[in-house]
């Protein structure tokens, strides 16, 4: 009998990734908290919010009773907003049986807390009642890969039998995964490219050109890469998929609603009517405030995620920000502050 997979969110993300285990052949329950979506992604099969222009495959089942989506499932895959992360794992947390290999696809940081989603899913589901945590992370729009756009992503994990199971299920001929054992260095790598691209649209919205733009993306994969080794991150991670791909393809794409809120903040607007007018959620705001405070608690220099957060939560002028950056005295391009490390610590 065919594996069970429970996939826990139903936006654009957690949609796709349904849909093609679904094409893979898997049989897979994809959780609503949102009662409207199940009869339209059952009977009309399409998710109109988020995927306006995605037809889903028939056999794609939705569901808003957790407990029907996690009873007998092999794999449970979060893919709800980071912040949502711990009130839908305490939900599941009694629902858990038979040792499920536990995974998850969102890229952010915990407000308050300032933990990785592997450590906030760590906290809350008992020890030993499931395998992993396992992270799918990397360069990857929903939207691209509806239309079944070559992508390669990362799967990490501490247990690398864990991650190796969920290799496979994805694998097919458009969709590749590459293990690592690098949690902490992939959960970072995914979780500050976000707070970038918002800087990245910015300059678009002001009308920088490339040269600008390659600056940005080059300067944040630094202090991306700084603050990763600081905390114990294998450095090889960012020049990797979930490092220098996802912040790439985030900082590029009209896809990314961290660079479309940037680019709308470029153009002067208001950030309260920037994410009220998005529909969904905007990861690297609330990233940039846990990235402000993890730089102070590391004393780790991050300028350019400094004064992205000054913008977002202190009504800074983005070209002032702008202006204070170039100004800084000259400094070594390879500045990391310490000896880098070739053994990521495990988790």
Known sequence: MTDKIAVLGAGSWGTVLANLLVENGLNVALWTHDQKQVPEINETHHNQHYLPDFVLHEGLRATSDLAEAVAGATVILFVVPTNAIRSVAEQVKPLLQ????????????????????????????????????????????????????????????????????????????????????????????????????????????????????????????????????????????????????DLIVTCTSVHSR?????????????????????????EGVSTAKVVHELAKDQDCDMPISEGIYQVLY?????????????????????????????TPKQV
């Open 258 to 282: 961290n660079w479309r809120a940037g680019n709308a903040l470029g153009q002067g607007k208001k950030l309260s009517d920037v994410l009220a007018n998005m529909g969904m959620v905007v």
């Open 98 to 245: 038979g040792q499920p290999i536990v995974a998850h696809a969102a890229k952010g940081l915990e407000l308050g807390t300032k933990l990785r989603v592997s450590e906030v899913l760590a906290a809350v589901l008992p020890v030993g009642a499931y395998r992993g945590p396992v992270v799918i992370s990397g360069p990857s729009h929903a939207e691209d890969v509806a239309t079944k756009d070559i992508t390669t992503l990362t799967v990490a994990s501490s247990n690398l039998a864990a991650a190796q199971a969920v290799q496979k299920l994805f694998m097919n001929d458009y969709f590749r995964l590459y293990t690592n054992t690098d949690v902490l260095g992939v959960e970072l790598g995914a979780a500050l490219k976000n707070v970038i691209a918002i800087g990245a649209g910015a300059l678009h919205g002001l009308g920088y050109g490339d040269n600008t733009k390659a600056a940005l993306m080059t300067r944040g994969l630094a202090e991306i890469t700084r603050l990763g080794t600081h905390m114990g991150a294998n450095p090889m991670t960012f020049i990797g998929l979930s490092g220098v791909g």
């Open 314 to 342: 202190q009504g800074a002028p983005i070209k002032t920000v702008i202006t204070d950056l170039m100004a800084r005295e000259g400094k070594p391009e390879f500045d990391f502050g310490l000896t880098l490390q070739t």
